[in-house]
């Protein structure tokens, strides 16, 4: 019976590929920048905002502390925030990710210290903005000590 015949061949094939056949289809994303671009021109640009959202700079008149001023600019340290947060989602898709072990663990780091980051620019929190900031930069360094061992460190 083709019927049946079509309807195995389903099977297998949904089984296979997870996505055919009219069941639970892959979603249809398509990734742009491979784990480079994505370090260069999403995730870098958004950290180096969190970064310098606060902190302070000393020079010969003394120590000068610098944090957000106004709506904007708490909004645009939490922004970054996001950006920070999915990247770790983005970076556990294939074909970036490098293996389903150790690399989705640091990955998934990163979702979880973006998150904090999140909540600590929206509640307008100074210094959790720079605590977290340093536990954003231990996020990136963690996985660049054993897939990027050529980093000495993230912007470099
Ligand atoms: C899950 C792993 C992982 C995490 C987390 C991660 N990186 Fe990376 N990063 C890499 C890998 C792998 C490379 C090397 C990519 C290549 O050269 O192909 C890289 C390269 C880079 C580069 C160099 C890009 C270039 O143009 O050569 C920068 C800058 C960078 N990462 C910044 C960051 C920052 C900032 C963070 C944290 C906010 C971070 N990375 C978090 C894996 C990661």
Same mark, same amino acid.
Request: charge should be negative; glycine fraction near 8%.
């Given at each position: 019976?083709?019927?049946?015949?079509?309807?195995?061949?389903?099977? %297998?094939?949904?089984?296979?590929?997870?996505?055919?056949?009219?069941?639970?289809?892959?979603?249809?994303?398509?990734?742009?920048?491979?784990?480079?671009?994505?370090?260069?021109?999403?995730?870098?640009?958004?950290?180096?905002?969190?970064?310098?959202?606060?902190?302070?700079?000393?020079?010969?008149?003394?120590?000068?502390?610098?944090?957000?001023?106004?709506?904007?600019?708490?909004?645009?340290?939490?922004?970054?925030?996001? %950006?920070?947060?999915?990247?770790?989602?983005?970076?556990?898709?294939?074909?970036?990710?490098?293996?389903?072990?150790?690399?989705?663990?640091?990955?998934?780091?990163?979702?979880? %210290?973006?998150?904090?980051?999140?909540?600590?620019?929206?509640?307008?929190?100074?210094?959790?903005?720079?605590?977290?900031?340093?536990?954003?930069?231990?996020?990136?360094?963690?996985?660049?000590?054993?897939?990027? %061992?050529?980093?000495?460190?993230?912007?470099?």
């Amino acid at each position: 019976m083709p019927g049946m015949t079509a309807r195995l061949g389903c099977a %297998v094939a949904a089984f296979a590929l997870l996505a055919a056949c009219g069941g639970a289809s892959a979603p249809p994303f398509q990734p742009v920048a491979d784990v480079k671009q994505l370090m260069a021109s999403v995730l870098e640009p958004a950290a180096d905002v969190y970064w310098d959202a606060v902190g302070s700079i000393v020079d010969e008149k003394g120590v000068m502390e610098f944090s957000p001023q106004s709506s904007e600019e708490w909004d645009g340290a939490r922004n970054s925030a996001y %950006v920070i947060a999915e990247s770790g989602n983005l970076l556990m898709m294939s074909p970036r990710a490098k293996d389903a072990g150790e690399w989705m663990t640091l990955s998934r780091a990163l979702v979880d %210290v973006g998150q904090k980051a999140i909540r600590a620019a929206e509640s307008r929190d100074k210094s959790g903005v720079f605590d977290v900031g340093a536990e954003v930069y231990d996020a990136c360094t963690n996985c660049h000590a054993k897939y990027a %061992v050529e980093l000495a460190r993230p912007g470099s």
